[in-house]
């Protein structure tokens, strides 16, 4: 058989070029103004690399190429669609979506994050997912009640 017909990079261009999609959150896409400004900005970006792959001229390297891109370009269209954007909190005299709480921990440690949507939220840049434990417990807390988590005990020092 001539090589012009045989597959010996079909299963490895397939599995390339057929990534499985980014999982959707069964939350609610809980967004704050900024965080629906850096889904729309991320999903520009998924975008423009995929559009960047367009020029290449090789069928099964701009398919590899591809792929990253096309997978982030569904994730970010979902997830621009669905997002419900939450207003700031118009009080800081309990804790909700939005708002940047401090608390302490029993060991002694103090700690501020605010509580934001999944997307937007990174934890070592003082943000966390309304949708994590420690936001959980803290929602609706005032300051001075302190919550249980993970065997530790929080108490809210302060709202903003």
């Known amino acids: 058989m001539s090589v012009a017909f045989t597959k010996e990079d079909s299963a490895e261009t397939a599995a390339e070029t057929l990534l499985p999609d980014r999982p959707i959150s069964p939350h609610p896409n809980l967004v704050t103004e900024d965080g629906l400004k ?26 590899r190429q591809a792929a990253g891109p096309l997978r982030d370009l569904r994730y970010f269209a979902d ?31 103090v700690q501020t994050y605010r509580i934001v949507g999944e997307d937007e939220a990174d934890p070592k840049a003082g943000s966390i997912s309304y949708v994590s434990p420690v936001a959980r417990a803290l929602t609706g807390k005032a300051i001075g009640d302190v919550v249980n988590v993970g065997g530790q005990e929080l108490e809210v020092t302060a709202i903003s």
């Open 38 to 63: 850096a889904l729309d900005l991320q999903l520009a970006q998924a975008r423009e690399a995929y559009e960047a792959t367009t020029t290449i001229e090789d069928v099964n390297e701009r398919r």
């Open 79 to 109: 997830r621009v669609r669905t997002a419900q954007v939450v207003p700031n909190p118009a009080s800081a005299d309990t804790v909700a979506f939005g708002n940047t709480v401090t608390f302490s921990r029993e060991d002694g440690r």
